[in-house]
Protein backbone atom coordinates (compact mmCIF):
# COMPACT_ATOMS: atom_id res chain seq x y z
CA UNK A 1 0.00 0.00 0.00
CA UNK A 2 2.87 2.27 0.80
CA UNK A 3 4.42 1.58 -2.47
CA UNK A 4 1.41 2.54 -4.49
CA UNK A 5 0.93 5.48 -2.68
CA UNK A 6 4.54 6.41 -3.44
CA UNK A 7 3.84 5.75 -7.02
CA UNK A 8 0.66 7.81 -7.23
CA UNK A 9 2.37 10.68 -5.60
CA UNK A 10 5.18 10.42 -8.22
CA UNK A 11 2.94 10.41 -11.14
CA UNK A 12 0.61 13.12 -9.89
CA UNK A 13 4.44 14.80 -9.60
CA UNK A 14 5.08 13.88 -13.18
CA UNK A 15 1.86 15.03 -14.40
CA UNK A 16 2.28 18.60 -13.07
CA UNK A 17 5.55 19.30 -14.33
CA UNK A 18 4.32 18.57 -17.84
CA UNK A 19 1.47 20.47 -17.14
CA UNK A 20 3.54 23.27 -15.57
CA UNK A 21 5.85 23.25 -18.48
CA UNK A 22 3.79 22.95 -21.51
CA UNK A 23 1.67 26.00 -19.55
CA UNK A 24 4.64 28.09 -19.57
CA UNK A 25 5.68 27.28 -23.00
CA UNK A 26 2.61 28.24 -23.88
CA UNK A 27 2.66 31.50 -22.24
CA UNK A 28 6.20 32.52 -23.80
CA UNK A 29 5.42 35.62 -25.89
CA UNK A 30 7.16 35.17 -29.77
CA UNK A 31 10.09 37.28 -30.17
CA UNK A 32 9.15 40.17 -32.37
CA UNK A 33 11.67 43.53 -33.12
CA UNK A 34 11.28 46.47 -34.97
CA UNK A 35 13.00 46.98 -38.03
CA UNK A 36 14.04 50.82 -39.73
CA UNK A 37 14.44 50.85 -43.18
CA UNK A 38 16.53 53.53 -44.89
CA UNK A 39 17.03 54.84 -48.25
CA UNK A 40 19.79 56.29 -49.79
CA UNK A 41 19.39 57.80 -53.37
CA UNK A 42 22.50 57.82 -55.19
CA UNK A 43 23.56 58.68 -58.96
CA UNK A 44 26.07 56.25 -60.37
CA UNK A 45 27.52 55.48 -56.87
CA UNK A 46 27.32 59.22 -55.51
CA UNK A 47 24.44 60.32 -53.10
CA UNK A 48 21.94 62.01 -54.84
CA UNK A 49 22.33 65.85 -54.49
CA UNK A 50 19.27 68.43 -55.92
CA UNK A 51 19.15 71.59 -57.86
CA UNK A 52 23.12 72.45 -58.09
CA UNK A 53 24.32 69.17 -59.04
CA UNK A 54 24.34 67.89 -63.03
CA UNK A 55 24.57 63.98 -63.81
CA UNK A 56 26.02 62.67 -66.82
CA UNK A 57 22.54 59.94 -68.04
CA UNK A 58 23.22 56.83 -69.73
CA UNK A 59 22.76 57.62 -73.23
CA UNK A 60 25.27 60.97 -72.62
CA UNK A 61 22.66 63.77 -71.67
CA UNK A 62 23.31 66.07 -68.59
CA UNK A 63 20.60 66.87 -66.56
CA UNK A 64 20.04 68.08 -62.90
CA UNK A 65 17.43 66.74 -60.27
CA UNK A 66 15.30 69.34 -58.04
CA UNK A 67 12.79 66.74 -57.18
CA UNK A 68 12.76 62.64 -56.60
CA UNK A 69 9.04 60.86 -54.83
CA UNK A 70 8.43 57.79 -54.90
CA UNK A 71 6.10 55.06 -52.86
CA UNK A 72 6.91 52.11 -51.80
CA UNK A 73 4.18 49.51 -50.86
CA UNK A 74 3.03 46.68 -49.35
CA UNK A 75 6.11 45.56 -47.82
CA UNK A 76 7.14 41.89 -47.40
CA UNK A 77 10.20 39.98 -45.82
CA UNK A 78 11.30 36.40 -46.91
CA UNK A 79 12.94 33.91 -45.33
CA UNK A 80 15.89 31.23 -47.33
CA UNK A 81 12.18 29.13 -48.59
CA UNK A 82 10.36 32.18 -49.99
CA UNK A 83 7.58 32.50 -47.41
CA UNK A 84 6.89 35.34 -46.55
CA UNK A 85 6.77 35.61 -43.04
CA UNK A 86 6.70 39.09 -42.35
CA UNK A 87 3.64 41.14 -44.21
CA UNK A 88 3.26 45.19 -43.24
CA UNK A 89 -0.20 46.12 -42.85
CA UNK A 90 -1.57 49.09 -44.32
CA UNK A 91 1.85 49.13 -46.11
CA UNK A 92 2.44 52.88 -47.87
CA UNK A 93 5.73 54.52 -47.09
CA UNK A 94 6.79 57.95 -49.21
CA UNK A 95 10.55 57.96 -50.50
CA UNK A 96 10.94 62.24 -51.10
CA UNK A 97 14.34 62.94 -50.85
CA UNK A 98 13.54 67.09 -51.17
CA UNK A 99 12.24 66.89 -47.49
CA UNK A 100 14.40 64.37 -46.85
CA UNK A 101 11.81 61.76 -45.42
CA UNK A 102 13.95 58.56 -46.68
CA UNK A 103 13.21 56.43 -43.70
CA UNK A 104 10.40 54.14 -41.94
CA UNK A 105 9.85 51.12 -39.82
CA UNK A 106 8.71 48.33 -40.11
CA UNK A 107 6.90 46.86 -36.36
CA UNK A 108 6.55 44.04 -35.21
CA UNK A 109 8.71 41.77 -37.32
CA UNK A 110 8.95 38.06 -35.94
CA UNK A 111 11.77 36.58 -35.06
CA UNK A 112 13.49 34.61 -37.91
CA UNK A 113 16.21 35.03 -40.69
CA UNK A 114 15.24 37.03 -43.85
CA UNK A 115 16.94 36.67 -47.37
CA UNK A 116 14.41 38.49 -49.33
CA UNK A 117 12.66 41.90 -49.57
CA UNK A 118 9.67 42.49 -51.60
CA UNK A 119 7.22 45.86 -52.03
CA UNK A 120 5.65 47.62 -54.43
CA UNK A 121 6.39 50.76 -56.50
CA UNK A 122 3.66 52.98 -56.30
CA UNK A 123 0.08 52.26 -54.86
CA UNK A 124 -1.81 49.70 -55.41
CA UNK A 125 -5.34 49.52 -57.23
CA UNK A 126 -7.43 49.50 -54.02
CA UNK A 127 -6.03 52.25 -52.72
CA UNK A 128 -5.22 54.25 -56.02
CA UNK A 129 -8.51 55.25 -57.00
CA UNK A 130 -9.58 56.79 -53.61
CA UNK A 131 -8.22 59.91 -51.88
CA UNK A 132 -9.82 59.32 -48.59
CA UNK A 133 -6.85 57.90 -46.89
CA UNK A 134 -4.37 58.89 -44.22
CA UNK A 135 -0.21 58.74 -43.24
CA UNK A 136 1.48 58.93 -46.53
CA UNK A 137 -1.25 58.68 -49.06
CA UNK A 138 -2.29 61.67 -47.41
CA UNK A 139 -4.66 63.28 -49.81
CA UNK A 140 -2.82 66.89 -49.19
CA UNK A 141 0.28 65.40 -50.44
CA UNK A 142 2.04 66.37 -53.87
CA UNK A 143 1.69 62.95 -54.86
CA UNK A 144 -2.09 63.12 -55.74
CA UNK A 145 -3.39 63.95 -59.44
CA UNK A 146 -4.50 67.03 -59.45
CA UNK A 147 -6.64 66.41 -62.57
CA UNK A 148 -7.68 62.59 -62.11
CA UNK A 149 -8.28 60.27 -58.85
CA UNK A 150 -5.07 58.77 -57.45
CA UNK A 151 -1.55 59.42 -57.26
CA UNK A 152 1.88 59.40 -58.95
CA UNK A 153 4.10 56.31 -58.30
CA UNK A 154 7.22 57.87 -59.32
CA UNK A 155 7.89 61.39 -59.50
CA UNK A 156 11.20 63.44 -60.95
CA UNK A 157 11.51 67.27 -62.10
CA UNK A 158 14.00 68.07 -63.27
CA UNK A 159 15.96 69.68 -66.74
CA UNK A 160 18.19 68.60 -69.00
CA UNK A 161 20.65 69.22 -71.68
CA UNK A 162 21.08 66.81 -74.64
CA UNK A 163 22.24 66.57 -78.10
CA UNK A 164 19.92 68.60 -79.86
CA UNK A 165 17.21 69.97 -77.14
CA UNK A 166 17.33 71.68 -73.32
CA UNK A 167 14.73 71.91 -71.25
CA UNK A 168 12.45 70.78 -67.70
CA UNK A 169 12.78 67.08 -67.06
CA UNK A 170 9.18 66.01 -66.17
CA UNK A 171 8.52 62.20 -65.03
CA UNK A 172 5.12 61.77 -62.67
CA UNK A 173 4.30 57.90 -63.79
CA UNK A 174 0.93 56.40 -62.23
CA UNK A 175 -1.46 54.38 -63.56
CA UNK A 176 -2.64 50.73 -62.17
CA UNK A 177 -0.79 49.03 -64.83
CA UNK A 178 2.62 51.03 -63.78
CA UNK A 179 2.36 49.77 -60.53
CA UNK A 180 5.32 47.33 -60.08
CA UNK A 181 5.94 44.29 -57.38
CA UNK A 182 10.08 44.16 -56.86
CA UNK A 183 11.77 41.53 -55.09
CA UNK A 184 15.45 41.67 -54.31
CA UNK A 185 18.21 39.74 -52.14
CA UNK A 186 19.76 40.86 -48.93
CA UNK A 187 23.37 41.03 -49.88
CA UNK A 188 23.43 39.30 -45.90
CA UNK A 189 20.70 37.77 -44.06
CA UNK A 190 18.52 39.85 -41.74
CA UNK A 191 18.63 37.83 -38.67
CA UNK A 192 16.20 39.34 -36.39
CA UNK A 193 17.50 40.13 -32.84
CA UNK A 194 15.31 40.68 -29.84
CA UNK A 195 16.74 44.29 -29.01
CA UNK A 196 17.06 47.69 -31.34
CA UNK A 197 19.48 47.69 -34.11
CA UNK A 198 17.59 45.81 -36.81
CA UNK A 199 18.02 47.98 -39.95
CA UNK A 200 17.87 47.51 -43.87
CA UNK A 201 19.28 49.91 -45.90
CA UNK A 202 18.69 50.15 -49.89
CA UNK A 203 20.68 51.94 -52.31
CA UNK A 204 18.83 53.45 -55.30
CA UNK A 205 20.60 54.29 -58.45
CA UNK A 206 19.07 56.68 -60.70
CA UNK A 207 20.90 56.41 -63.37
CA UNK A 208 18.78 53.41 -63.58
CA UNK A 209 15.80 54.83 -64.79
CA UNK A 210 17.38 55.87 -67.66
CA UNK A 211 18.78 52.83 -68.90
CA UNK A 212 17.65 49.39 -69.09
CA UNK A 213 15.43 47.90 -70.30
CA UNK A 214 14.94 50.76 -72.25
CA UNK A 215 17.35 53.40 -72.91
CA UNK A 216 15.83 57.22 -72.40
CA UNK A 217 16.84 59.98 -75.05
CA UNK A 218 16.33 63.17 -73.29
CA UNK A 219 16.09 64.10 -76.75
CA UNK A 220 13.07 62.42 -77.07
CA UNK A 221 11.29 61.36 -73.77
CA UNK A 222 11.99 64.05 -71.58
CA UNK A 223 7.79 64.39 -70.19
CA UNK A 224 5.97 60.77 -69.18
CA UNK A 225 2.80 60.92 -66.79
CA UNK A 226 0.39 57.28 -68.43
CA UNK A 227 1.51 55.81 -71.84
CA UNK A 228 4.16 53.72 -73.52
CA UNK A 229 6.93 56.62 -72.49
CA UNK A 230 5.74 55.90 -68.37
CA UNK A 231 5.26 52.17 -69.02
CA UNK A 232 9.08 52.30 -70.27
CA UNK A 233 10.06 53.83 -67.12
CA UNK A 234 7.90 52.07 -65.03
CA UNK A 235 9.69 48.89 -66.55
CA UNK A 236 12.94 50.82 -65.52
CA UNK A 237 12.33 51.40 -62.17
CA UNK A 238 11.32 48.20 -61.29
CA UNK A 239 14.44 46.19 -62.94
CA UNK A 240 17.99 47.91 -62.22
CA UNK A 241 16.39 50.97 -59.86
CA UNK A 242 16.64 49.55 -56.29
CA UNK A 243 20.24 48.32 -56.65
CA UNK A 244 21.66 46.91 -53.39
CA UNK A 245 19.90 45.92 -50.32
CA UNK A 246 22.18 45.23 -47.21
CA UNK A 247 20.71 43.94 -43.46
CA UNK A 248 22.32 44.46 -40.29
Same mark, same amino acid.
Given at each position: ? !????? !?? +??? =? #?IVCTLLFTACSSDDEEP =? @? #? $? @?? @? @?VENTVAGHPLKLTDTTYTSPTGDIYAVHELAYFMSNIKLLNASGEAVYIEPDSYHLIEEQTGKRTF? +??NVKADTYTKLQFGVGVDAARNHSTDQYGDLDPSSSMVWDWDTGYKFFSLV? $??? #? $?TKAGGLVFHIGGDANYKTVTVDLQQPLVIKATEGNRITIVTDLNAIFQDPHPIDFDEINTAMTGPDAAKIAENYSTGFFRKVTAE
Open positions: M !HQLYR !HT +LTT =I #A =I @V #A $N @VE @V @VT +LKG $NYT #A $N
